[in-house]
């Protein structure tokens, strides 16, 4: 059980109890040490990278950033999302632990990536942990959790329903000449942008054998250097404007882009086991960061609505009833959405990631769409100024806005929950036919005729 | 931990993992017998209550709930709420415990009226525990214990404002001729019906002390017997529509009705003492009745969409997306609700009722409020029969959106925690001004001007 | 045009300008009259309705209702609704004008029963016009007219998707010994209730020819006299709980009840002919009403914001910002509503029914969802007492949920509407086509490429 | 009335059909002509708009614009929004008329603008024709109806809460020296970029009279011409991230910036004269065009739902009926914004700008809200894709957005409609004592006990 002093800190304090209790005390400092280096080293340094990006041409990571993941390396707060399996190199915290780590790390864009816990890196990582041989992992796993260089994934196509992985069309044939080599053709979304230096490789899925029978042995994936001739960059895609640089998200064209078929991950046709292991403990973490963003939008209302110089008809913001209830509104909401992102990371300590489907599509599901309300009704507290960088709010909403459609559409999402519990429903019928059963007996028991009762049925 | 078993028994598989842990193996057994008393004796009941109710009039407790009151207490399934410093009385139930059981007591209305676990005896019965006098207790707390009679409080007035209990008007003097006689005046709404037999005494609390300078201090509580002269019920108010027969909601005239002066609970003009004890645990328990409700609306829903008889356009209900999309909503709101009451049962297990408050009101503003939507929802996919007696949704419909109302209107509750939330903002100030100070240190380090950046505000 | 007294007539001054300029000054006339008589005859004897109700034991029509329609015969404010082609019996009211009629009817629930405009009369009045012969007209139209007797429509079945009628499965046979007897068996829900005196025919929509090919073709429209035997009511449906008492929601079941062949109306077979001329103007007369009920529920809430005698913390209900703001939402909601159905009414009058389609399911959809909301959010304002008997608030959120379902539930309607405008993609898909063509011949003139263009697509 | 083939067309197929009856010839001509002009000379050159921002810097007019503007004049396409107190440069539109047009240029971001139609040049040109002396519009009102130059408008400032303009403190001071000149210093937000060359002077509103006792006399309108020596912009204003060039959002500084006082307009302390008469007819124009705009938003929509290469678990995305029932959904909601804007703009034809003042409170408060929600549901119909420049439906998000804001938060709307609507309650409560006291007379007259009665109340 956590002191007093320790369940009231910031870091702390709006975590539930139940969770304090399942704190260890390592976890308890990792979590008061990623908070004080959010808080000091992170947001204040905000305007820094935007600085620096503007001077460098956007595309160049900036200089702070560099420097603040040396610091944060040296001080062990690198790579905190390890799980206890990754041995010497985790911190060994459980997933409920590494989640209130996230929130706060949320709080500012990139201070996950201070700590080399961002994504698609933390995703990439434990995949090529998982599915590589031992030559692959030291050429592209180690770099990656030493911080060397970054990676990106590369799967979304335009002109395929993105929700449908079996459509990816992007071809893998092996050169007739050479089979030792792949030859790939193909146009992709997204996946960071090459322009930035640090970026070293992609992880491709894309499919290898488009004639065998089963759907799901289509597909492979492979490892492609950023250097691969034919392998291009056609233009960063921005998201509801912002060009997310200087990592970005790039519009890709292979053309005949080659590559040893030695970068094939766990082997041929094997891209679905492979996409199957990846998603789970991540979509918590960007679920986290989301309600530590959103706690940080929330903060700022509270600092309008109690602002001195802004007094509409001579009362302060948070005067007004109706900005009253919003507030409370948004903390009620935003506090509920903690607490099922905890019990999800949670499930899956106890019971595995598979266990934890449905609760990390509860979180999927109700985090993305909740936080971007959140943080409009904050924008909106802030009238016009709220839509400007005189706040940092128009790129929160975005981030939320994105997060909601970034692993698919939440329609999809709920379409897969929805069947599932159409699945459960034959012991619940079965139960509501004992009520009737049971009923009639109970009716020749009181007397009762059945058939003509006005009253109401079960 | 609980065995496989029992963690995917129908009454525990819902139970977030993170309470699993929390059960002790007697609360295990009280949840598992709770739930067969509930699914065997109580649901297919409910038309046998219907019919024995309109035969007799609607204002008598229809034989069969004596007879299932006796049963459930011959059983050791009686006043299963009584928390530990009941001692003997009490199944040492934690709040979080006893909340998995009032979940399914609330499949159906009355099944905790059969335990002896219903408001607002529930209530009351913690009131003269904690207020009175062992001889009060005697002639009032035991036989409510015992489930020989029951109870009404009686608070909200007309023409005032029922959020704001110290504009209470109704009158309590003292008798000028005889000291030990207080005489009641007003007129009083809600208290269960005067008409039934089973009904004995009143909890009112009154105006005795007008001119006190503290509005805190004028009022008192009183017990009030049914046949007490001067004191009669003017109707029975509908909700909805519906009399809630037999025990009903009255509005009732006191016209100089008379009481012993040591019917007074705890002495005079301790009223809101008394009153702000009583609500805590009350409110999380309706809330998970509320919950319970609502699940068994849930089940009805998925046994519609999965109707074989009720096939429009050819297809099941639950063939079309837009139902698929339906139920997995409500699935994952149901659900995000049960962690919220959970959460504040535990709250208040482990720091107190009053450090839960805020989990309380938390509780009390999402659950009814979700839940009557839900309801909602799933008479729709009845179609014109949803709104009919063939389903038992518009009872649920209405008890949802009565306890949305019963304890107050959601809005005072939020302006409530919105008021809480705004006095927080003092330290949360303090940290964004440190950002500020600690910004304009790294624009000289990293020399960035901070009067023409473009980029963007902290 | 409309003289500014008329304009600023309660019964006028929400009806939107452009309406005003197409209201005849006879339109007008009947307008304020009907306004008059609501206000002065329906609305203040809604208790003495209930009173007499209760007196009667239910199912008798009140007294003072017979008396009102007598009396609105004789003031020539009786069967409003019918259109011109009624001649002489009908106002000559358009559409748009009876709308306006329509509107100030729903402000007391049994308003228009006091006109003979109530439904299911108006629908089955138009239907038998429509459709029988002259021997049929004489002996159920004329009456129906005159106010002898009502009527009522029975269609839908337990056991069948409602939305799709072709299901309906209640059956008709000729008596292999006497063809020009028919013999019908099945179930049927809704339908005024048999137990009222009033009631003397059922217009009965059922199937006759199960085996023929087209669908469309299987099912006979008949009239069955109340007191068919054979023909009986099992239970009245309530509908939240109420009973709608005297008309009633009837349960009615057909063993073997016998009626002569010359009740078919226009022939066999063709039910669907006659049911597809039915709903559209009702619907819109529907939606006009509740569109008058929810204006007298907000002027309730207006009343209750303003109400010295209820002033939580000290100040008026309509003092807080919040509330403010809900009543401006509930306004503007509400206004836009009215806008939309006399919108569809116009289109009927310009265009005929079929091509208000579109028009008519906008009202459908939106009205009831949106005015139930209005409603609810009345009786928030109202406190506990906003779901008893001491507002009318519980009844007329009722009849909004009602009108919601009553013609099929919204989604069916939506689904409707939403097929119609995917079928509309064409000359769309053609349109953005030529857009990219446009394009093109601009990137040579401009000398752009669009290959690597960075900024953005049409 | 309009023949079938106008009805039809499609830039008055959605108009409905009272506003059809009351289109001219005339205007019928001009709709189909700024039809044709959007279609084809407008939404096909978006991308080369983007292409020639990019080349140039962001801040030059880009010469397609330039041409487009020249060509549109010479069409007779300039200045359509001018009402007819303009005589000869007016085209005689009435606002209804005109809100027609206004739809279609809301097609393309910046069509308006290429006939002189755009914010805030249109609301600029009516306050200098209303009150300018023949002096000052010979400089400033004749060149912007040409066409020769921009303006913007300012009056926003930080650190005041812009919805209550008395707070304005940007200072404007006479030079002692020299009372023929005005001295201003202050801050301001928002206001057309000056670093576009195309912008020539600015309509400040600013305090010149601190002290006078009528708050509503402190403040003046007056002309500043960019090159004021004193007046610079400290940087632009990115909406959501975007920069809106060319135009952009500037955030300027005025350091003893000095202009003649004869560039004072109307008169000294006459600001707020000035600032009622601005705005009405502009909001109805800036949400008709984002009614057209949320038009081609939906018809992406369905061309995506239709979109035969996008098919998850293959079938169409309109196959769906969830998606089904969402098209349905936008499409009434977009209807009814329509219908509610075009009766504002009626109410204004009719009864004058100020009689329209709730009818445009109804616009601005309806309309942006809402066609935010169906842009955002129309991006999520495209995936990932609907947040990236292939499409654009984020800018047009950011635009719906904007407006919520633009005027004034939608709350501070809210509560004037609210608070005038409180007004109106007095003859409404009149009305509703009068119920009560005609209840009585019908109590006595059918015999009716109104004291003990049951059922319910008025």
Redesign the interface.
Known sequence: MLSSADANH?ALVRI???VHE?LSPKAVDYIKRVHYWV??EC??????V?????KSGRWKTP??IHELRAKAKKEGLFNLFLPKHFGDLSPGLTNLEYSCCAEIMGRCYWAAQTMNCHAPETGNIELLAKYCNEEQKKKWLLPLLNGDFSSAYSM?E???????AT?IACRITRDPNDPETLVINGRK??GNAMWNDDLQVYILMACSDPDNPDAWKRHSTVIVPKDTPGFKM?????????DHAPEG?GEYLYENARIPASNIILGEGRAFEIAQGRLGPGRIHHCMRLIGQTERAY??A??R??DP?????GRL??D??????????M??QL??LR??VL?AA??MD??GNKAGRYAI??SK??VPATAAKII?EC??MY??????????L??M??YA??V???D????????????D??K??G???D??D??????K???EK?D?D?E???????
């Open positions: 910031p539930p109890t139940w399942k808080e000091t947001i204040p340094a905000e305007p820094i935007k600085a620096q990006l503007a200089a702070i979304t335009p002109d395929r329903a993105s929700s449908d459509q979304l997204y056609v233009r960063n895609l921005s998201i509801m404007g912002y998200h903060e700022l509270l600092i609505a109690t110089k802004k007094k509409p008809r913001i948070g007004f009833d109706s900005n009253i209830e919003r507030i409370a509104s903390r009620l506090d509920s607490l099922v019990n949670h499930t106890v019971h599509a509860q599901i109700l409009d924008m909106q009238g016009g100024q709220g839509m400007t960088q005189h706040t940092p128009p790129e909403w975005t806005r994105f909601r459609i970034a698919g559409p939440d329609a999809a999402h709920r379409h897969q929950v929805g069947r519990q159409l459960t429903v012991p619940i019928r139960r509501h004992g009520y009737q059963k049971r009923y007996e109970l009716c009181w009762v059945h003509t009762i006005v009253g109401g049925a079960l």
